[in-house]
T-cell receptor
């Protein structure tokens, strides 16, 4: 069983608030990822990291930012939440691109 | 045209049926082909992946890749209610981001 954790699982917040979605993994994986998933739509990669102090933007434009100060931790931050940010956010980690282990997701609703 | 096309369903089958799930793609550089299963309110989990063309079997699951047709399939034999989930195909050129299909929602009725 994959040991990757996301908190909070559900978040309802007002417009303009700053939020941080947490993601931690205990598998020692170098690579970590953030995806956005809307109902009936593809997973879209928004950020990824090859290792500590490495972050890259994915194929989906996002107003969020990420940091990778520790191998096991990859938080995602939205400085000012908007209703268009309402979505499910999935964190994943892996040794290689093709075998990614996903967390349970954070379902974000911005009012 | 999207890089990966997958019929979102929903697909409803009786218990014990053989299920066929499919994806087509347009990028001939894809080399790795994956199937993920996602239960409601959970993250996806990797079922199996294949490299290049051919078949791969794991228990009741068989993955097939036909690179000449740019078509991949996942077969589920003797389907069970516990197989009810959304199945996502994903593809990659190798050390590159995965490209996902929209997922097919499957219900297996007891």
């Amino acid at each position: 069983e994959a040991d990757i954790y996301q908190t909070p699982r559900y978040l309802v917040i007002g417009t303009g608030k700053k939020i941080t979605l947490e993601c931690s993994q205990t598998m020692g994986h170098d690579k970590m990822y953030w995806y956005q998933q809307d109902p009936g739509m593809e997973l879209h990669l928004i950020h990824y990291s090859y290792g500590v102090n490495s972050t890259e933007k994915g194929d989906l434009s996002s107003e969020s930012t990420v940091s990778r100060i520790r191998t096991e931790h990859f938080p995602l931050t939205l400085e000012s939440a908007r209703p268009s940010h309402t979505s499910q956010y999935l964190c994943a980690s892996s040794d290689v691109w093709v075998e990614q282990f996903f967390g349970p997701g954070t379902r974000l609703t911005v009012l | 045209q999207k890089e990966v096309e997958q019929d979102p369903g929903p697909l409803s089958v009786p218990e014990g049926a053989i299920v066929s799930l499919n994806c087509t793609y347009s990028n001939s550089a894809f080399q790795y082909f994956m199937w993920y299963r996602q239960y409601s309110r959970k993250g996806p989990e990797l079922l199996m992946y294949t490299y290049s063309s051919g078949n791969k079997e794991d228990g009741r699951f068989t993955a097939q890749v036909d690179k000449s047709s740019k078509y991949i399939s996942l077969f589920i034999r003797d389907s069970q209610p516990s197989d009810s989930a959304t199945y996502l195909c994903a593809m990659s050129e190798g050390n590159t981001p995965l490209v996902f299909g929209k997922g097919t929602r499957l219900s297996v009725i007891a």
